[in-house]
């Protein structure tokens, strides 16, 4: 984004690649993948039991009989437990995989004095101990909530089998029981209990000995998660961040995104000399990094490569989210990894920027009759507020989210006013005539982060829910006005994902297939306001800087996209505790980047 950025012919290009050879974790997590399944129909289906296929189940014990039908659930939901871990190289899978392997080849020939299945567990074993050195990878981050979410998902898919179970028998059913005594019949049998479903013969142990190894599976594997040792999400240390503040006041003016850096929620690894440094977030066995490397472009590749090395000593898949041109030319350079245009980034360059002509004529508009209406705004750096104040904003800006999840991680700072943000700019809204709030006159926040010594780029937006639209389109317009008194020459607003296919989209002549694009995207934008973004940008005639996606596979493309959703507040996976539990000292509160729907509609 400064004077090193290459012309927009030799832009980063996404190179299509041959399908890579499989490698030996993946396959074998695959085929403990199948056995697994397998097992599980042999211990639930009776017709299975007694089929062909049964024998390709036989890896652990699967077979009639109500011990083995419970055996065989059991141990073909630890293998799809340890499938993925076995697939990315965990050495922990690959030591449970190990001891239940032989395991179960003693129980088949002990139980059932079955070859066949010994041989197939010893050929599943041999793979494992013959390539021990490539199951390496250390822990991902963790914490004991898992084994709350294990014990969650665990009942719900206990009940969800234990159903299928109960209900796979009926012509070996007594009378014609109903689905809630189905369901009371698998609650109690999870716990051990007989419940209100009887069986002719065997039926009853079979159904029994299975539900109680899918309760017993459960509470086990809870336990194990609840008492093993925590392996914390790697946080941004004081010395962390002293180090990567003294390389922004160097290299800062390079990328707009560089001080959201300095996120406390994010890790960090720098080059051997110490003069670059890559920052990140692990989601989801994603290693996901956001804006290029910070510190001297030339001691980029040493950070770049000690990102690799973290991403394979833990088997976690590299992504990089929102870098540059010149960014990505690197990163496709160092490491073999390819790029795809993600969409742009509104920059506005402050000494071009007026009021005037008819293409400002909506928002300048907009901004007269809300100053009519008797707002005004300030505009200050935040070392200039009084804590009181600050206090107010911090209160006004949770409180105006609207939700519980915040948004934001590639273009967020996570914090208001912390006194290491001195230069941070804050641009606020208020109206002394209306009616106040429980924040006095306050209506409206922006909030902009350095971008070197005269560049400032915005990390949050929020209003009050009763304050009339358009705050935002006049506090940037504030923000832009002030700008030459803070020193600021040019400002970054917004990211607009896709922004370019949506601009061609709608220009007469394009073609079909773009403008089918288009409409999947307009479509998309009444969840993730990718055109109203757009639209809300484009109104100040900002020059557009693209972003890239680094990715290592286009197989990894539906995971990294899924792990970016989560890392922006999109998709939250986690239990929400409620408010009053929250450590906000333990898990620093991300700002929300994006605007907020109501905003842009009535804009």
């Not at 055996?71 to 449970?96: D, F, N």
Request: proline share 5%; hydrophobic share 45%; aromatic share 8%.
């Amino acid at each position: 984004m400064s004077g090193g950025v290459p012309n927009r012919s030799s832009r980063v290009r996404h190179v299509l690649r041959g399908p890579r050879p499989e490698s030996v974790p993946t396959l074998v997590g695959r085929a403990c993948a199948l056995v697994g399944v397998l097992d599980i129909a042999a211990g639930v289906f009776p017709r299975f039991r007694h089929s062909r296929m049964h024998t390709l189940a036989e890896v652990l014990p699967g077979s009639v009989g109500p011990f083995a039908a419970a055996l065989a659930l059991s141990s073909g939901m630890l293998l799809l437990l340890l499938a993925h871990g076995l697939k990315r190289g965990k050495r922990r899978a690959w030591r449970a995989a190990v001891a239940l392997l032989p395991a179960g080849a003693v129980a088949q020939f002990t139980y059932r004095h079955s070859l066949v299945g010994v041989l197939i567990s010893l050929a599943l074993l041999a793979p494992l101990l013959r390539h021990r050195d490539q199951f390496a990878a250390l822990p991902d981050p963790r914490s004991r909530w898992r084994a709350l979410a294990n014990f969650v998902l665990m009942s719900a898919g206990s009940l969800a089998l234990g159903l299928v179970i109960v209900s796979v028998h009926p012509k070996r059913m007594i009378g014609d029981p109903s689905l809630a005594d189905r369901l009371t019949h698998v609650l109690y049998g999870l716990f051990g209990f007989e419940g209100p479903v009887d069986y002719q013969g065997n039926t009853s142990w079979t159904v029994a000995f299975s539900l109680g190894a899918l309760g017993l599976l459960t509470a086990v594997t809870t336990i194990y998660l609840a008492f093993r040792p925590e392996h914390p999400a790697a946080r941004l240390t004081e010395e962390d961040e002293a180090r990567l503040r003294a390389l922004l006041e160097k290299h800062g003016g390079r990328d707009s995104l560089g001080h959201f850096a300095l996120r406390r929620d994010k890790a960090v690894v720098f080059s051997p000399s110490g003069k670059a440094a890559v920052t990140y977030r692990v989601v989801s066995g994603v290693m996901l990094a956001s804006g290029d490397p910070i510190g001297d472009v030339e001691a980029w590749p040493g950070a770049i490569e000690r990102f690799m090395d973290e991403a394979r000593a833990h088997s976690w898949t590299p992504a990089v989210m929102g870098c540059s041109e010149t960014g990505g030319e690197v990163w496709t350079r160092e490491t073999g990894l390819d790029a795809l245009e993600l969409g742009d980034e509104a920059v506005v360059d402050v000494a071009d920027f007026s009021l005037a002509g008819r293409a400002m004529r909506n928002v300048r508009q907009m901004v007269k009759r809300i100053e009519r209406a008797g707002y005004e705004t300030r505009v200050r750096r935040v070392r200039d507020l009084g804590e009181a104040e600050l206090e107010r904003i911090r209160r006004a800006a949770e409180d105006w989210r609207g939700t519980d999840t915040e948004r934001g991680f590639s273009m967020a700072l996570g914090r208001i006013g912390d006194a290491s943000d001195g230069d941070c700019l804050i641009a606020t809204a208020h109206k002394a005539d209306g009616d106040l709030g429980p924040y006095g006159d306050l209506k409206a926040i922006l909030h902009f982060v350095p971008w070197g010594t005269d560049g400032a780029s915005l990390d949050l937006m929020r209003r009050d829910r009763s304050a009339d639209p358009g705050m935002n389109e006049l506090l940037i317009v504030a923000a832009l006005q002030a700008a030459p008194k803070f020193g600021v020459a040019r400002v970054s607003l917004n990211f607009a994902m896709f922004r370019s296919a949506l601009a061609r989209g709608e220009k007469i002549g394009a073609g079909p297939v773009l403008r089918a694009w288009r409409g999947l995207l307009v479509f998309l934008s009444r969840w993730f306001q990718i055109e109203s973004l757009y639209k809300f940008n484009a109104k100040f005639q900002p020059r557009w800087e693209p972003r890239f996606v680094v990715y290592r596979a286009s197989a990894d493309l539906p995971r990294i996209g899924f792990a970016a959703m989560q890392a922006e507040g999109f998709v939250n996976l986690a239990l929400p505790l409620p408010r009053f539990l929250r450590r906000r000292a333990a898990a620093p509160r991300p700002c929300a980047h994006a605007l907020a729907e109501r905003d842009i509609r009535a804009a």
